[in-house]
């Protein structure tokens, strides 16, 4: 089945650090792959996304790339701020005809000034 | 502009009660979901609908049910409240195809006692 999995949090890093949060995926077919990012308080929102392999989906200073080869889609920033402070879920749309959206378990990052 | 709009934010329940958890979206998306968001299990898919009158059970759909009647509005019932049923609960809305981000409302906070 599809499945996601994610590093364990919490993340803690100081600003300016460089951030880098895992994320390895089980899917059959070729899904899409996103990052959302959920503030406290609020609901997710989409961060960035790739739909093909090789693709590189990126905003506000973050980058993921699509890696057929090793099914994972690493989230990575060269510069962390206090702001980036959130939860971060990496997610596959499943290729049925649903194309639910399944999401792993959320790591959460903590910037320190 | 709106967009998903979760009604309410807070609700403690009796185990036995029930009541209806309100979402609607003001972007004629077809698709709606709901899902439930539990510390360490990131989010678990509910119920989803693919446009009016259809719906299909995702991942945990016991103890739920939903309808879709109209294309804006999405609600989720609990017949009967049981303290498992504690969690935060999500609506999100998306345009067809499995490319297509989420858009998330800000959550429904639930306790059941």
């Known amino acids: 089945g599809n499945s996601v999995t994610q590093m364990e949090g919490p993340v803690t890093l100081s600003e300016e650090a460089f951030l880098t949060i895992n994320c390895t995926y089980t899917?059959?077919?070729?899904?899409?792959l996103f990052w959302y990012v959920q503030y406290p308080g609020e609901g997710l929102q989409l961060l960035l996304k790739?739909?093909?392999?090789?693709d590189k989906g990126s905003n506000k200073g973050f980058e993921a790339t699509y890696r057929k080869e090793t099914t994972s889609f690493h989230l990575e920033k060269g510069s962390v701020q206090v702001s980036d402070s959130a939860v971060y879920f990496c997610?596959?749309?499943?290729?049925?005809?649903?194309?639910?959206?399944?999401f792993g378990s959320g790591t959460r990052l903590l910037v320190r000034p | 502009n709106a967009g998903v709009t979760q009604t309410p934010k807070f609700q403690v329940l009796k185990t036995g009660q029930s009541m209806t958890l309100q979402c609607a979206q003001d972007m004629n998306h077809e698709y709606m979901s709901w899902y439930r968001q539990d510390p360490g299990m990131g989010l678990r898919l509910i119920h989803y609908s693919v446009g009016a009158g259809i719906t299909d059970q995702g991942e945990v759909p016991n103890g739920y049910n939903v309808s879709r009647s109209t294309t804006e509005d999405f609600p989720l019932r609990l017949l009967s409240a049981a303290p498992s049923q504690t969690s935060v609960y999500f609506c999100a809305s998306r345009v067809d195809g499995y490319n297509s981000p989420l858009h998330f409302g800000n959550g429904t906070r639930l306790t059941v006692t």
């Open positions: 997610a596959l749309t499943s290729m049925d005809s649903s194309y639910k959206l399944i």
């Open positions: 790739a739909t093909k392999a090789d």
């Open positions: 899917a059959t077919g070729y899904p899409s």
